[in-house]
């Protein structure tokens, strides 16, 4: 399953927080976040499937902005 979404996530250590907390909720083939993007983009290719809601909790719970990328 892939996801992608816009945040405003914006330095290397809050990238890697995101990722590791994502990691810890589901199982992660791949997960990027492009900080040259304007929108911050949030790439998630999981072999399971996961919900939208549950990738933007784990990001807002951060302190971070969140949504689908459409």
Same mark, same amino acid.
């Given at each position: 399953?892939?996801?992608?979404? &816009?945040?405003?996530?914006? %330095?290397?250590?809050?990238?890697n927080t995101v990722?590791? #907390? +994502?990691? /810890?909720?589901?199982?992660? &083939? #791949?997960? /990027?976040?492009?900080? *040259?993007?304007?929108? &911050?983009?949030?790439? +998630? ?6 919900? %939208?809601?549950?990738? +933007?909790?784990?990001? %807002? ?5 969140? *949504?689908?990328? &459409?």
């Amino acid at each position: 399953m892939l996801g992608i979404f &816009k945040t405003n996530i914006n %330095t290397n250590q809050d990238k890697n927080t995101v990722i590791n #907390a +994502i990691s /810890t909720q589901i199982q992660v &083939k #791949a997960c /990027t976040i492009d900080l *040259e993007d304007c929108d &911050k983009v949030l790439r +998630i290719d999981s072999p399971m499937p996961f919900t %939208t809601q549950s990738i +933007i909790n784990v990001v %807002t719970r951060l302190g971070f902005n969140c *949504e689908i990328l &459409k």
